[in-house]
């Protein structure tokens, strides 16, 4: 829950998917979903190089 | 859309020869009645068990509680799409039998979860049975097992779906009775109330009926015989919760029982006209992310300020505390309509060691949502000591459930309530 | 029937107790007979109903180098007295002067057994620090409020010593002492709040009973620069634990966390970890653990270079109920493991 993360003051917020599987998605299939987390965490990866001087949201995809 | 509930008064249910109502008294026909239970070929090992109050009884696991009720011939179908065929509810005439309930347990299940992971205990007597109503309620308990092939999932779709069947069964005993006292809901199309009560303020419900941080159990009868976890908010007339279109999710954090008898659509009703303009009821769900929390909020407050022309709104959430989000959004958007909020909360998880009492921290920092009360905090239970039991119902052989326990009054169902049932608040020392 | 004379010991710091400024704060304990300043007010408010027998003084510095000790030994100094109750301050908004009064009167509660009372500004450090052991009743932030504050504490103190119950914060003017109970209100929560939306619809004013959650703000760490040749480590608060929770994580309201190694290895695999937490359905995360600790997905940038190293042990605790102080200690004791280890950045997964 991002807007949570933010409230609460973490500094660099990356969208998950959803609380019960925030780093993937039973919906889609294996191949897809590898996809999908290593898309996730290369945006968690871009947030921690990023300056940032308030909570912020960061993009999934951006690499 | 007028409703007329006859409210039959039950104070006793026994077992006997024939299901019949007379003087408050209800029998029922105990293997007729597995019979009927039984035509659903997911279910085996079907028993029906009785509790009065009163009785040394304990009953555990039950996953929900449901009103005896059933349409009069002509109203139209019961539980449409969940036990009867599709139609609408909230119209023509229902019989109700008042002091008695139908629960289901699914002990056969080895506690497998799908909503709140409680025990739902109710105790027929002793301490247990001051805290919530049913320990005071005359309980028609529906057992049974999966049969062979029958997975969990369609397992307890099937027993919720034999715990609507039995409230209908039941209640159908008292079709023909003169009433006890009648209820009558009528709340006319926006059309017709417009012009009369316009100086009076126009309020809505916004009422979450299940919350995305549980698993949805996959064919539950929840809205019109069919689930809702995907659903973007919609506008229920309030007659439709009275009267069998919505039912709790499975082992949710409500009852079907408290739907029925709902608290917040009852207030509303008994100041409308008086002192505010009943707008209308919106239900929506609480999704378990953000992007998807925006959307529910974004769409809830427009139905609310475009379509039923709100002034103020009622919310209430249901869960832990990521609905929580979900509502403080919704609120937000309201009031940023102009729509001012007023929010009815109960406290899953909160801080108690805090200086003040504050929403759990998922709470946006908004200051128009100020207008907040406190239902109580399931963590500020006191620990009860139940005596131990004659009879315990729905539990695995060798079970210690019977003997003495010490438990905190959350555990029994029905303690602690998110819409506004209870009379709890919580109270910084 | 006269009832006994309660015996007050009044505690003040080395201003308030005449010994000097800041330039006494070093001042050890001392016990003199009587009332001093502030405690001629206490003695009049008191009246015939007790006496300040005493009044123990020390200076803000010496308690503030050795919190524990000091009080110790101010009680000591104390109990020759024989006192009924102990007052301390009011410290308004000085902040050592408001723990020493907390410790001292905390200190008093647990030696003597008998009940204390201190009064201080809600910004005092002091409140945060010990508003769950002893009552401290709220003033004003500065001396201007010192008859209110020193009534309120009078009150409260007589209240404890006679053994009557104590009201609810709002009413007694103190501040919450984290005790949650729950009341019975006359009407149901569903009436309450639609009278207080009503309320607010007519601009009437209301009493509401939750109030907005206030939020600490953090400083960002700057942005790591070399990205290539770092050490990034996993976290969650979503309940990962070994097989069998070894630790023993609580399912809800954690107090632990556990640092679990997974040396060359390229994926977490289900059959090794078991999913323990009561806030959301582990179904998923079960099935598949990367998706709470994203080991296969960071193996795989590691090997392209994308990093410069997965840090091989994750850290896990849950996140639901859990109170707030204690998520902070967690934090805080898992941020200096890491940063022992070298690693630069760490990404948490929370459900």
Same mark, same amino acid.
């Given at each position: 829950?991002?807007?949570?993360?933010?409230?609460?003051?973490?500094?660099?917020?990356?969208?998950?998917?959803?609380?019960?599987?925030?780093?993937?998605?039973?919906?889609?299939?294996?191949?897809?979903?590898?996809?999908?987390?290593?898309?996730?965490?290369?945006?968690?990866?871009?947030?921690?190089?990023?300056?940032?001087?308030?909570?912020?949201?960061?993009?999934?995809?951006?690499? | 859309?007028?409703?007329?509930?006859?409210?039959?008064?039950?104070?006793?249910?026994?077992?006997?020869?024939?299901?019949?109502?007379?003087?408050?008294?209800?029998?029922?026909?105990?293997?007729?009645?597995?019979?009927?239970?039984?035509?659903?070929?997911?279910?085996?090992?079907?028993?029906?068990?009785?509790?009065?109050?009163?009785?040394?009884?304990?009953?555990?696991?039950?996953?929900?509680?449901?009103?005896?009720? *059933?349409? +009069?011939?002509?109203? /139209?179908?019961?539980?449409?799409?969940? $036990?009867?065929?599709?139609?609408?509810? %909230?119209? =023509? @005439?229902?019989?109700?039998?008042?002091?008695?309930?139908?629960?289901?347990?699914?002990?056969?299940?080895?506690?497998?979860?799908?909503?709140?992971?409680?025990?739902?205990?109710?105790?027929?007597?002793?301490?247990? *049975?001051? +805290?919530?109503?049913? /320990?005071?309620?005359?309980?028609?308990? $529906?057992?049974?097992?999966?049969?062979? %092939?029958? =997975? @969990?999932?369609?397992?307890?779709?099937?027993?919720?779906?034999?715990?609507?069947?039995?409230?209908?069964?039941?209640?159908?005993?008292?079709?023909?009775?003169?009433?006890?006292?009648?209820?009558?809901?009528?709340?006319?199309? +926006?059309?017709?109330?417009?012009?009369?009560?316009?100086?009076?303020?126009?309020?809505?419900?916004?009422?979450?009926?299940? @919350?995305?941080?549980?698993?949805?159990?996959?064919?539950?009868?929840?809205?019109?015989?069919?689930?809702?976890?995907?659903?973007?908010?919609?506008?229920?007339?309030?007659?439709?919760?009275?009267?069998?279109?919505?039912?709790?999710?499975?082992?949710?954090?409500?009852?079907?029982?408290?739907?029925?008898?709902?608290?917040?659509?009852?207030?509303?009703?008994?100041?409308?006209?008086?002192?505010?303009?009943?707008?209308?009821?919106?239900?929506?769900?609480?999704?378990?992310?953000?992007?998807?929390?925006?959307?529910?909020?974004?769409?809830?407050?427009?139905?609310?300020?475009?379509?039923?022309?709100?002034?103020?709104?009622?919310?209430?959430?249901?869960?832990?505390?990521?609905?929580?989000?979900?509502?403080?959004?919704?609120?937000?958007?309201?009031?940023?309509?102009?729509?001012?909020?007023?929010?009815?909360?109960?406290?899953?998880?909160?801080?108690?060691?805090?200086?003040?009492?504050?929403?759990?921290?998922?709470?946006?920092?908004?200051?128009?949502?100020?207008?907040?009360?406190?239902?109580?905090?399931?963590?500020?239970?006191?620990?009860?000591?139940?005596?131990?039991?004659?009879?315990?119902?729905?539990?695995?052989?060798?079970?210690?459930?019977?003997?003495?326990?010490?438990?905190?009054?959350?555990?029994?169902?029905?303690?602690?309530?998110?819409?506004?049932?209870?009379?709890?608040?919580?109270?910084?020392? | 029937?006269?009832?006994?004379?309660?015996?007050?010991?009044?505690?003040?710091?080395?201003?308030?107790?005449?010994?000097?400024?800041?330039?006494?704060?070093?001042?050890?304990?001392?016990?003199?007979?009587?009332?001093?300043?502030?405690?001629?007010?206490?003695?009049?408010?008191?009246?015939?109903?007790?006496?300040?027998?005493?009044?123990?003084?020390?200076?803000?510095?010496?308690?503030?180098?050795?919190?524990?000790?000091?009080?110790?030994?101010?009680?000591?100094?104390?109990?020759?007295?024989?006192?009924?109750?102990?007052?301390?301050?009011?410290?308004?908004?000085?902040?050592?002067?408001?723990?020493?009064?907390?410790?001292?009167?905390?200190?008093?509660?647990?030696?003597?057994?008998?009940?204390?009372?201190?009064?201080?500004?809600?910004?005092?450090?002091?409140?945060?620090?010990?508003?769950?052991?002893?009552?401290?009743?709220?003033?004003?932030?500065?001396?201007?409020?010192?008859?209110?504050?020193?009534?309120?504490?009078?009150?409260?103190?007589?209240?404890?010593?006679?053994?009557?119950?104590?009201?609810?914060?709002?009413?007694?003017?103190?501040?919450?002492?984290?005790?949650?109970?729950?009341?019975?209100?006359?009407?149901?929560?569903?009436?309450?709040?639609?009278?207080?939306?009503?309320?607010?619809?007519?601009?009437?004013?209301?009493?509401?009973?939750?109030?907005?959650?206030?939020?600490?703000?953090?400083?960002?760490?700057?942005?790591?620069?070399?990205?290539?040749?770092?050490?990034?480590?996993?976290?969650?608060?979503?309940?990962?634990?070994?097989?069998?929770?070894?630790?023993?994580?609580?399912?809800?309201?954690?107090?632990?966390?556990?640092?679990?190694?997974?040396?060359?290895?390229?994926?977490?695999?289900?059959?090794?970890?078991?999913?323990?937490?009561?806030?959301?359905?582990?179904?998923?995360?079960?099935?598949?653990?990367?998706?709470?600790?994203?080991?296969?997905?960071?193996?795989?940038?590691?090997?392209?270079?994308?990093?410069?190293?997965?840090?091989?042990?994750?850290?896990?605790?849950?996140?639901?109920?859990?109170?707030?102080?204690?998520?902070?200690?967690?934090?805080?004791?898992?941020?200096?493991?890491?940063?022992?280890?070298?690693?630069?950045?760490?990404?948490?997964?929370?459900?």
């Amino acid at each position: 829950m991002t807007s949570v993360a933010l409230m609460v003051g973490a500094p660099r917020v990356v969208q998950g998917v959803k609380i019960v599987n925030p780093m993937g998605n039973e919906e889609m299939d294996p191949g897809a979903e590898q996809r999908l987390r290593r898309d996730i965490a290369t945006g968690a990866l871009h947030a921690l190089q990023a300056e940032v001087n308030e909570p912020t949201l960061f993009d999934r995809h951006k690499a | 859309m007028r409703l007329e509930l006859n409210i039959i008064r039950i104070t006793k249910v026994q077992s006997a020869d024939a299901t019949a109502v007379r003087n408050g008294v209800l029998s029922v026909n105990r293997q007729e009645l597995e019979e009927l239970v039984k035509q659903d070929t997911r279910l085996t090992d079907v028993a029906i068990e009785l509790a009065n109050p009163g009785d040394k009884c304990r009953i555990v696991n039950v996953a929900d509680v449901i009103e005896p009720r *059933a349409r +009069i011939a002509g109203s /139209g179908p019961d539980f449409p799409g969940a $036990v009867g065929v599709q139609g609408t509810a %909230g119209h =023509g @005439t229902t019989c109700v039998l008042r002091g008695a309930a139908v629960l289901i347990n699914d002990y056969n299940i080895g506690g497998r979860q799908y909503q709140r992971p409680d025990e739902g205990m109710i105790d027929m007597w002793g301490p247990g *049975a001051e +805290i919530g109503i049913y /320990g005071r309620t005359c309980n028609v308990v $529906v057992l049974a097992s999966p049969a062979n %092939g029958t =997975g @969990t999932d369609d397992y307890c779709v099937a027993l919720k779906i034999a715990g609507l069947k039995t409230a209908v069964y039941l209640a159908k005993a008292g079709a023909g009775l003169t009433p006890d006292e009648v209820e009558i809901y009528d709340h006319p199309s +926006i059309r017709e109330t417009a012009g009369p009560l316009q100086d009076l303020p126009r309020v809505a419900y916004i009422c979450q009926v299940f @919350t995305n941080q549980r698993v949805p159990l996959p064919g539950d009868p929840v809205l019109y015989g069919h689930h809702i976890e995907k659903m973007v908010p919609t506008i229920l007339h309030p007659n439709e919760l009275f009267d069998g279109a919505l039912t709790d999710p499975y082992r949710g954090y409500a009852a079907t029982y408290i739907i029925q008898n709902h608290p917040m659509v009852k207030e509303l009703y008994q100041n409308h006209g008086k002192t505010l303009h009943f707008a209308g009821v919106i239900i929506s769900n609480a999704p378990s992310n953000a992007p998807e929390s925006e959307r529910t909020a974004n769409v809830a407050a427009n139905l609310a300020k475009w379509i039923l022309g709100a002034d103020g709104a009622v919310l209430t959430k249901i869960g832990g505390g990521a609905p929580e989000l979900t509502m403080a959004r919704t609120a937000q958007r309201c009031e940023e309509l102009g729509i001012k909020t007023a929010l009815a909360l109960a406290h899953q998880g909160i801080d108690a060691s805090e200086i003040t009492l504050k929403a759990s921290t998922v709470f946006s920092n908004v200051p128009q949502v100020d207008a907040m009360v406190s239902m109580g905090a399931s963590i500020a239970s006191p620990m009860l000591t139940l005596p131990p039991a004659d009879k315990v119902v729905g539990v695995a052989d060798g079970s210690q459930t019977g003997k003495e326990l010490r438990r905190p009054a959350s555990d029994i169902k029905g303690s602690f309530s998110q819409l506004g049932d209870s009379r709890l608040v919580a109270v910084r020392y | 029937m006269v009832s006994k004379k309660l015996r007050v010991v009044h505690y003040l710091n080395q201003f308030f107790g005449g010994l000097g400024g800041e330039d006494q704060a070093h001042r050890g304990p001392q016990i003199v007979d009587g009332p001093i300043g502030p405690g001629r007010a206490i003695q009049g408010r008191l009246a015939e109903k007790g006496e300040v027998v005493a009044t123990a003084i020390c200076g803000d510095d010496y308690v503030g180098e050795r919190i524990d000790e000091a009080a110790a030994e101010i009680v000591q100094l104390i109990r020759r007295y024989d006192p009924d109750i102990v007052i301390a301050g009011p410290a308004f908004e000085a902040g050592r002067y408001g723990v020493a009064c907390g410790a001292i009167c905390k200190k008093v509660q647990e030696t003597l057994n008998i009940p204390a009372v201190t009064g201080m500004y809600g910004e005092n450090p002091g409140v945060d620090l010990f508003h769950k052991d002893v009552y401290i009743v709220q003033t004003g932030d500065s001396v201007r409020t010192m008859d209110e504050a020193i009534t309120r504490m009078v009150k409260l103190a007589m209240k404890q010593a006679a053994g009557h119950p104590i009201g609810k914060p709002a009413e007694d003017g103190y501040f919450p002492r984290g005790i949650l109970v729950n009341e019975e209100s006359d009407r149901n929560g569903a009436a309450r709040a639609v009278a207080m939306l009503l309320d607010k619809l007519k601009g009437r004013p209301f009493e509401p009973e939750v109030v907005q959650p206030t939020h600490y703000r953090v400083a960002p760490a700057p942005g790591i620069k070399d990205i290539g040749s770092s050490t990034i480590a996993l976290v969650t608060d979503g309940g990962l634990v070994p097989a069998g929770n070894p630790d023993g994580i609580e399912s809800r309201n954690a107090t632990r966390f556990g640092g679990y190694d997974f040396k060359n290895i390229g994926s977490l695999a289900a059959a090794d970890y078991d999913v323990n937490h009561s806030g959301y359905a582990t179904v998923f995360t079960r099935q598949n653990p990367n998706r709470l600790i994203p080991v296969d997905a960071l193996r795989e940038i590691e090997r392209e270079k994308g990093i410069g190293k997965l840090h091989e042990r994750f850290y896990s605790t849950t996140g639901v109920a859990t109170r707030l102080e204690m998520a902070r200690k967690m934090g805080r004791a898992i941020a200096a493991e890491l940063k022992s280890e070298g690693v630069s950045g760490a990404i948490l997964t929370s459900t």
